[in-house]
């Protein structure tokens, strides 16, 4: 079985709960990721759930919350 290729990221689409820590994730995140970073955010982890549901681009993507 042949590994995967991997491929260049171009850009990243990241969801957070809001917490404590969601500013330092968020700054880190855009600091260290290299390319732009989108960040939509969510009081609950129900909300964040909500938002992957409504994107087609996230929705694909494996998730934990």
């Known amino acids: 079985m042949r590994a995967p290729q991997r491929v ?3 850009g990243w689409h990241v969801v957070l709960a809001d917490d ?12 260290a990721a ?7 955010r969510a009081c609950t982890g129900s909300e964040a759930l909500e938002e992957i549901k409504r994107d ?3 929705r694909s ?3 934990a919350i």
């Open 8 to 10: 260049e990221k171009t």
């Open 20 to 31: 404590d820590y969601a500013i330092v994730i968020e700054r880190a995140l855009k600091k």
């Open 34 to 40: 290299g390319v732009p970073v989108e960040m939509r």
């Open 56 to 58: 087609d681009r996230i």
């Open 61 to 63: 993507i494996p998730v």
